[in-house]
């Protein structure tokens, strides 16, 4: 019952706040050209290319759009389901690792932390790169667990490359950069360099580049500017404009 009201304060009150600009506006109204137009391929923002950013939250609020209609709600639906899934990561990897008190305890620390319950709450890329760092983390955790079996071991391995491909479709290379840094320092720190053959490069970089890869060909090969729009903002900045 007490989780249950939880959950009911959780996504309460989402529909009763009015977008904030311009980043919730922004990240609200790409989307909802993607359904208006059936163009899920070229994000658009008031009509203008709009490539700042990977499209995946704009897919799912897309998808938000579609199932429940366009709203304050729907259109903040993917931060709050991105903000349950960090906190279920945290709270998994921390009673696998560490006992159930441990897994409970992290997950009621990360749920009730200002930030994390506040972007939560509004529409913009922070939160969902954030969980999908985060889950990155805590699957490879799971994986280097003592007891884990080889195919538990590969699984957890495959999530954390999955996670990966996700975090950089939420918000570009930090997706892949932020957690191949942490885990390069941890090794760096404790000298366990063995890690590197438990990653299974054969099946999860693959997979990485599956996941990740065929949205910017496929964006290449309408517009033609791949390298310019990812590597560099400003030439994003000056195209978009020009397509007005």
Known sequence: MLLVMWLGLWFAGSQYRSLLEPDEG??????????????????????????????LQYWGTALAYEAFGASNWSARLWGLLTGLLGMLAVGWAGARAFGRTAGISAALVLGSSLLWVVGSHLDTLDLGVSAFLGLSLCTFILAQLP??????????????????????????????VF??????????????????????????????????????????????????????????????????
């Open 26 to 55: 922004r990240y609200a109204e790409v989307p909802r050209e993607m359904v208006a137009s059936g163009n899920w391929v070229t994000p658009r923002y008031d009509g203008v290319l709009f490539f700042d950013k990977p499209a």
């Open 147 to 176: 007891d884990a079996s080889t195919r538990a071991q590969r699984g957890w391995m495959l999530l954390t490359w999955a996670a990966m491909a996700a975090a950089f479709l939420s918000k570009g290379l930090i997706g892949v």
């Open 179 to 244: 957690p191949g840094g942490a885990l390069f320092f941890y090794m760096l720190w404790t000298r366990q360099w063995h890690l590197l053959k438990r990653m299974h490069w054969l099946s999860g970089l693959p997979l990485l580049l599956v996941l990740a890869l065929p949205w910017f060909i496929a964006l290449n090969l309408r517009h033609g500017q791949f390298l310019d729009l990812f590597f560099h903002p400003p030439a994003v900045h000056a195209l978009s404009h020009r397509s007005r």
